[in-house]
């Protein structure tokens, strides 16, 4: 009990850092995930952070331990789903989506992010399946985002052409 | 602006806020033909333009300004914030960038000049800061979300069935 209490309080702390030392908040979440590795909520925090810092290889980690901690919990797949499209990792977080719907069918949110996963991974026809069934959230974190995709797509603005771009300005 | 002119900005701005753009658009060169020498209209005018996304339009539009006598200066960030809409719309994201930035530095935070900021963000692969920018948006307009995305879904609608008929 006493562990549990110490691992929260930690993870308030490092959420206190989040915003404005993203570094700092990383360092106090490291140190925890070794103190108490089977805290989940250190580890969805730690992945989080990484998130924030665009290291999607970390982030990606540290989600999937969060994930492993606590399988039945559908909430890890939806925050894991939600970075993988933020790191344009589609294929995966449909996946990922396809796990928190599996766990539970009438989480609309989670509907609404895969629908936003398969738009990111061009297949136009799913994700226009899943919106003509599932009204989509008026969350505006899901509408920024589906803002941003949809503006990439209609542009035909992918992660390979504008990598090449890129290396060649 | 003449009274004739302001009843036309009136009208053109509820069709904006309908997303009835094209209709806008008409009312505005109205407004224009009733007062060419308003600097405002000319304002205007460039931002329906870009609405209606014919961006060389806008660009000659906000040039003509230009030439006009300003009494509206206010509406200077937000013509450059445009203006870098049509840079970004060209693929000269550096000048874009430029136009933007010096928009946002004063207060030009209209939510299309923040999408662009974002778009930029996101064209070079800087996924947090578009996010970042993106949330600006709910502080000026909160129902932009809703809207922007019913405008873009009937736009990638029309372009699949555009690519389907090829």
């Keep these: 009990m006493i562990n549990l209490f110490m691992a929260f309080w930690r993870l308030r702390i490092a959420q206190v850092y989040l915003n404005k030392k993203p570094d700092k908040a990383i360092a106090i979440l490291e140190k925890g995930i070794v103190k108490y590795p089977g805290y989940s909520f250190l580890f969805l925090h730690l992945g989080l952070a990484y998130a924030q810092k665009e290291n999607w290889d970390k982030a990606e980690y540290h989600l999937q331990q969060a994930c492993n901690l606590d399988p039945s919990n559908p909430v890890f797949d939806l925050f894991m789903g939600k970075v993988l499209i933020d790191g344009e990792r589609y294929e995966k977080a449909i996946l990922k989506l396809l796990e928190s719907i599996e766990k539970d069918q009438n989480n609309q949110l989670s509907w609404s992010y895969l629908a936003l996963a398969y738009l990111g991974d061009g297949d136009n026809q799913k994700f226009n399946e899943i919106v003509q069934k599932k009204p989509l959230s008026e969350n505006h974190e899901l509408q920024i985002r589906m803002i941003l995709l949809l503006e990439k797509q209609i542009r035909n603005w992918n992660s390979y052409e504008l990598q090449s771009l890129t290396v060649s300005e | ?166």
Excluded: W
């Excluded at chain 2, 008409?26 to 961006?55: F, T, W």
């Excluded at chain 2, 207060?107 to 930029?120: M, Q, V």
């Excluded at chain 2, 600006?136 to 008929?165: G, W």
């Design chain 2, 1 to 166: 602006m003449n009274y004739r002119a302001s009843r036309l900005v009136n009208k053109a701005y509820l069709q904006l806020e309908k997303q009835n753009y094209a209709q806008a658009l008409v009312l505005l060169q109205q407004a224009r033909e009733k007062d060419p020498k308003s600097d405002e209209v000319c304002a205007y005018l460039g931002e329906a333009y870009i609405l209606n996304e014919r961006y060389d339009e806008a660009m000659q539009v906000f040039d003509d300004r230009e030439l006009l006598k300003i009494k509206a200066s206010h509406l200077n960030p937000y013509i450059k914030g445009y203006r870098g809409r049509v840079y970004l719309e060209r693929g000269d994201i550096e000048e874009a960038e430029k136009l933007v930035s010096a928009a946002i530095t004063a207060d030009a935070n209209e939510p299309e000049i923040l999408l662009t900021k974002a778009l930029i963000q996101v064209y070079k692969g800087e996924t947090q800061s578009a996010l970042k920018t993106m949330r600006k948006i709910d502080y000026n307009d909160p129902s932009f979300y809703y809207r922007k995305i019913k405008f873009l879904l009937d736009k990638l609608s029309k372009q699949t069935s555009e690519n389907n008929e090829c």
